[in-house]
C-alpha cells in the first residue's frame, strides 16, 4: 500500500490536458504498490475550474493550494509546496509528467525531499523499479530508486490520458505557504496561439525539416496538417534557422510524439530527431534523397520533392474527407 | 563575472549503440563533451568576453568535469575553446548516478563560489534531466532551465533567461548567484548578451571550434584533480540502473512511386486516413 501524489497543471485556470496523463502514471503506481490512494495536486491561483475538472478523473482526491504568490510557475515557490503536501500526506510516491514544468520541477521536489528520481519513465515495473528510454531511445534501462520515497516523471506518449470516472472525486483546499521566490520572477510569456491541436496529443503530426527551405513554406505543410486535422512539427534544423518556432521541435531534445501517423518532409532523419518519433504508429517520409536515413523508419516513403507533391497530396486528401 | 560550467563525456552519439549481456558495450567507443555541457561552455565564453574586433576576456570560466582519469581530454578541449581552467573530479562514468553528481558540484560550488552555475540541460546518454535542478534545490539557489537566450545585467548583479517551455518560451530573471541550464537554442549567433560585446555583434552558430593558438595555450592552463574525499563528498546513490535493453526495431517499410500510391496505401492498407 501507499499513498500517491500526482502534480497537475493548470494554466489560467484550465487544466492542462498532460495532467491526464500523469493520472494514468499515478494510477500504474498505486497498482504496483498493490494499492494505496491516489492524490491529484493543483498548485497556483484561482484554481475552482481546473479542479473541477481535475476531480472527474480517476483519482480518490484532488488538492488545491491556492496562493497569489503561487499564480506564475516558478519552481522556487513550487517545489516547497509540492515536497510539503507529500510529507502532509506521507506519500512515498510523487509523479508528475514530463513536460517542460514536470522536467524543471521534480527534481527540485525530490531535493526537499531527499528522494531517488527516475526520469520519463516508460513502465512501472515494481513499487522502485522502472524502465525508461536512454541514448536517444537506442535503449531502454531497468532502474531501480533506492531511496524509501520515489519521485519519477513519466513520458507523456506512454502514458494514455485517463478516462473519466463515474463519480467525482473530492476537492480539499490545503493551506500550505509558498517557498520564497529567493528573487526569481517570471517576466513574460511568449505564446503564439495556435488552433491546431497540441503536437505531443496529436492523432496525426506533419513534421517538416530544412528541407522545406524557409518558414513561408511550411504554410503548405500547415495546410496539409489542417486537412488532417493534425500538429505542426518541425526539426531542431528548421527550428534554429527561425522557420517556425522552437516549441515544433520533435526529437531527443524537443517533443516526443507517437501519433497515430507521421508524416516527415524534407527531414534527412537524424538520430536525435528519430528519438521523438519512432514509436509513431504509421511513418511516411517524402525527401528528394532515396538514401535519406529516414526512409530506414518509414512506413511508407516517397522519393519526391516537397514542392511536386504536397499540394497534390492536401487536394486530394481534402477532396477525400468532403466526398 | 565568474562562472562554472558542468561537463560530462558521453559515448559519441553518431556511433552505434551496442549492448552486450544487459550493460552498454563500450568498447571501441569515441567520447565527446556532452553536446549541451559544450553549448554551456560557449554560453559562458560568450557572458564572460568583449568582442571588439579583439576579443578580450571580462570574467572567468571553469570547466568542471566528473569522470575517469581519460576525461582530462575532453576538458582540455574545454579548455581551447577558452575556457580558464578546469578541475576534474574523478569518478567512473556510469559509476554515479544523478545525486552523488549533483553532490560533487554542490561540494565545488562552495569552494568556487561562482556568480552563475551553467550546465547543460541533459546529457544526451543518460538523459536523466535532473543535476541542475537537484544542485539548485540543494543550495536553495534559483534556478532557470532549457535556456534559448541569457542577457547579464550591466552591473552583473543578475540575468534575464528566455527558458524553451511547451508552448512558447518564458522570460525569467534570476538575481545571482543562480543556476542555469542551456538547450540547443543558446548557441544561436545572438542568444548571449552581457552588455559589454556591442548587442549587434552576431557570433557564428553553434559552439566555437578550438583555435590552434588555444589548443596551444590550453597545455598551459591549469587542470587540476580532486577526489571525493577532499571534496566532503559521501553521498550514497540514489538510483541503480539494473540493466539495459535494446528497444524493439522498426522494420523499414515500402517506397510508393506517387501521391495517389501513397494515399492508397494510408487508406487501405494501413487504415489511418
Ligand atoms: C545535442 C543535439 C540535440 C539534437 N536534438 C534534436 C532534436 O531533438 N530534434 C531534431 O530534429 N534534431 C535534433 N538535433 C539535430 C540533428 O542532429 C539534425 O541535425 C537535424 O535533425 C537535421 O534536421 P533536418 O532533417 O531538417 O535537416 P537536414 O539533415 O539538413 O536534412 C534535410 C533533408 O531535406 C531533404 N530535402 C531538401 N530539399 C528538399 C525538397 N525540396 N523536397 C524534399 N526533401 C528535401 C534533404 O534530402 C535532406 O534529407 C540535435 C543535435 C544535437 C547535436
Request: aromatic share 2%; proline share 6%; with cysteine.
Amino acid at each position: 500500500m501507499s499513498n500517491v501524489l500526482v502534480v497537475a497543471e493548470q494554466q489560467h485556470g484550465v487544466l492542462r490536458s498532460a495532467s491526464l496523463n500523469a493520472i494514468s502514471l499515478g494510477r500504474a503506481l498505486v497498482a504496483a504498490n498493490g494499492g494505496g490512494t491516489l492524490t491529484a495536486l493543483l498548485v497556483g491561483h484561482e484554481l475552482g475550474s481546473a479542479a473541477a475538472e481535475l476531480a472527474r478523473y480517476p483519482v480518490d482526491q484532488v488538492l488545491t493550494v491556492d496562493h497569489p504568490a503561487l499564480a506564475a510557475y516558478l519552481a522556487e515557490t513550487h517545489a516547497p509546496v509540492v515536497a510539503a503536501v507529500a510529507q502532509q500526506l506521507a506519500a512515498e510516491q510523487v509523479a508528475a509528467t514530463a513536460t517542460s514544468t514536470g522536467k524543471d520541477l521534480l527534481p527540485r521536489v525530490a531535493a526537499l525531499l531527499d528522494a531517488g528520481m527516475a526520469s520519463e519513465i516508460a513502465a512501472v515495473v515494481g513499487p522502485r523499479r522502472f524502465k525508461r528510454p536512454m541514448l536517444a531511445g537506442n535503449a531502454i534501462g531497468l532502474v531501480e530508486v533506492l531511496t524509501s520515497r520515489v519521485v519519477v516523471t513519466g513520458r507523456q506518449t506512454e502514458w494514455p490520458a485517463a478516462q473519466p470516472s463515474a463519480a467525482a472525486a473530492p476537492i480539499t483546499a490545503t493551506a500550505v505557504p509558498p517557498g520564497p521566490a529567493l528573487g526569481a520572477e517570471v517576466l513574460g510569456l511568449a505564446q503564439l496561439p495556435s488552433e491546431r491541436p497540441e503536437l505531443t496529443e496529436a492523432r496525426v503530426v506533419v513534421t517538416g525539416g530544412r528541407g522545406m527551405g524557409s518558414g513561408e513554406n511550411f504554410k503548405h505543410l500547415g495546410a496539409l496538417a489542417d486537412v488532417l486535422g493534425g500538429a505542426l512539427g518541425a526539426t531542431r534544423a528548421a527550428c534554429d534557422a527561425g522557420m517556425v518556432p522552437n516549441d515544433l521541435q520533435v526529437g531527443q531534445t524537443g517533443k516526443v510524439v507517437a501519433p497515430e501517423l507521421y508524416l516527415a518532409v524534407g527531414v534527412s532523419g537524424a538520430i536525435q530527431h528519430l528519438a521523438g518519433m519512432k514509436s509513431s504508429r504509421v511513418i511516411v517520409a517524402i525527401n528528394k534523397n532515396a538514401e535519406a536515413p529516414i526512409f530506414q523508419v518509414a512506413d511508407y516513403g516517397l522519393v519526391a520533392k516537397w514542392e511536386d507533391t504536397i499540394e497534390d497530396l492536401t487536394t486530394k486528401l481534402r477532396a477525400l474527407r468532403s466526398a | 563575472m565568474k562562472i562554472l560550467v558542468t561537463a560530462k563525456r558521453v559515448p559519441d552519439p553518431e556511433q552505434k549503440v551496442k549492448i552486450k549481456d544487459g550493460a552498454l558495450d563500450l568498447s571501441g567507443a569515441n567520447f565527446i563533451v556532452n553536446p549541451f555541457d559544450e553549448y554551456a561552455v560557449e554560453a559562458a565564453l560568450r557572458l564572460t568576453e568583449k568582442v571588439e574586433g579583439a576579443t578580450t576576456r571580462c570574467g572567468e570560466v571553469t570547466v568542471l568535469g566528473i569522470g575517469p582519469k581519460d576525461m582530462s581530454q575532453q576538458l582540455r578541449s574545454c579548455l581551447a575553446m577558452g575556457a580558464d581552467r578546469a578541475l576534474l573530479v574523478e569518478g567512473s562514468d556510469e559509476g554515479l548516478d544523478s545525486e552523488q553528481v549533483a553532490r560533487v558540484i554542490v561540494a565545488v560550488y562552495q569552494r568556487e563560489r561562482p556568480d552563475l552555475l551553467l550546465l547543460g540541460k541533459q546529457t544526451v546518454d543518460g538523459e536523466s534531466n535532473q543535476v541542475a535542478q537537484l544542485v539548485a534545490g540543494y543550495l536553495g539557489l534559483p534556478q532557470a532551465c532549457f535556456a534559448c537566450t541569457i542577457e547579464a545585467s550591466a552591473d552583473g548583479k543578475s540575468v534575464v533567461v528566455g527558458r524553451e517551455v511547451d508552448g512558447g518560451t518564458e522570460t525569467k530573471r534570476l538575481p545571482l548567484p543562480a543556476v542555469v541550464t542551456v538547450d540547443l537554442r543558446s548557441v544561436l549567433p545572438q542568444s548571449v548578451r552581457n552588455q559589454q560585446t556591442p548587442a549587434t555583434h552576431a557570433y557564428p552558430e553553434g559552439p566555437r571550434y578550438a583555435s590552434l593558438k588555444g589548443i596551444m595555450a590550453s597545455k598551459k592552463k591549469p587542470l587540476d584533480s580532486l577526489d571525493l574525499a577532499t571534496l566532503g563528498v559521501t553521498a550514497t546513490p540514489r538510483l541503480k540502473l539494473l540493466s539495459l535493453e535494446a528497444p524493439p526495431q522498426r522494420q523499414a517499410g515500402v517506397k510508393v512511386e506517387s501521391v495517389d500510391a501513397l494515399i492508397d496505401k494510408l487508406r487501405h492498407e494501413a487504415k489511418v486516413i
